[in-house]
């Protein structure tokens, strides 16, 4: 999509309100159509800023795990144990319902002290190893046995990148690198391993600790990998997302099945790493939604071509949710 960019401020005045009413301590959208880009940011946020994007990185490591079925190296109904060891039910588990969440392994995540988007003290800049995360939900009993149910699970990701790494060979943020960021030119995303500073510009995140709001920006996000590790940008997310949905990194056959969804049971439908929001007016949103500390993430696309992604910085109980769709109902409506 080609566009002119208009930065304006004061184009999604909500934004400043949310800041307003202490719901975030910033906060920043842009919107792409064939009329141009509109983006704007409130509070500590900057438009052009990074931040945490969670767990839309798992729309990334779908992508790959896609585009390597349409090399032939990978059959989505395959057993996971295939590619990958150690997966409770791997035998019985396939691909498919790994990207889906139909797996039933459970969350490592769920488990105390395991999980990025609670505060870890100085844990949080301790390194770990998928091996680690996928030890830890194999000690748990699996939510179902495979494909009888629905369950959003961390793991299946983690799960997904060691399928990556074990297939290519290549880290799996090095196959995320070749494959998606540097065709799309997409220079202010990152997999940050270890790392656990953002590039600047960022806003920084917060959480409240014993009653008292607490810098929660630097942290190691290993914990997470490729289920909800990556840093992006606004601008970079909506170009991502036009891209996959419109067809350039993918079979149409391969973007079918990532469209193909199982209910959830909640807010959205579930597909292979992407979900479907129906919004009130009636018109459904493809995309992904991601929470760290701190960040809270969405980027969306309607059949229509117009994409978002709508970055801010929770504080106390954050943003209702019904003030949440109408942001985007708003845009897409």
Request: charged content about 20%; some cysteine.
């Amino acid at each position: 999509m080609v566009a002119a960019v208009l930065a304006l401020s004061g184009a999604f005045p909500v934004l400043g309100e949310w800041v307003d009413r202490g719901w975030v301590s910033g906060a920043l959208l842009t919107v792409e159509d064939s009329g141009g880009v509109r983006a704007d940011a409130s509070g500590e946020a900057r438009v052009g800023g990074h931040f945490r994007i969670g767990s839309v990185t798992k729309t990334f490591v779908a992508t790959v795990v896609l585009q390597l079925v349409d090399e032939g190296r990978v059959g989505l109904d395959d057993p996971v144990d295939r590619y990958v060891d150690g997966v409770p039910n791997g035998a019985r588990t396939t691909v498919r319902q790994v990207l889906n969440h139909t797996s039933g392994l459970y969350d490592y995540a769920h488990e105390q002290g395991w999980s990025t988007n609670r505060w870890r003290g100085a844990e949080r800049f301790r390194g770990y190893r998928p091996e680690e995360l996928l030890a830890v939900a194999a000690a748990r009993e699996p939510y179902f046995e495979p494909g009888e149910g629905w369950h959003y699970s961390n793991t299946n990701y983690v799960v997904a990148g060691m399928l990556v790494e074990r297939v290519t060979g290549r880290p799996y943020g090095d196959e995320v690198r070749t494959r998606v960021l540097r065709p799309l030119g997409l220079d202010h995303t990152t997999v940050p391993g270890h790392r656990p500073g953002l590039p600047h510009p960022h806003a920084r995140g917060y959480t409240t600790v014993d009653g008292r709001l607490v810098d929660a920006t630097l942290m190691n996000p290993s914990l997470d990998w490729a289920a909800g590790e990556m840093i992006s940008t606004a601008d970079d997310l909506t170009r991502f997302l036009d891209a996959l949905l419109g067809g350039r990194l993918l079979s149409a056959a391969s973007l079918a099945a990532m469209r193909e969804t199982v209910d959830t049971g909640t807010v959205f439908a579930y597909g292979l790493g992407l979900q479907r929001f129906d919004l009130p007016c009636g018109r459904s949103v493809w995309g992904h939604g991601g929470e760290l500390i701190g960040y809270l993430t969405y980027a969306t696309r309607g059949d229509d071509g117009r994409v978002a992604a709508l970055s801010y910085n929770p504080v106390g109980e954050g943003v209702p949710g019904e003030d949440l769709i109408g942001l985007f109902a708003s845009v897409h409506c």
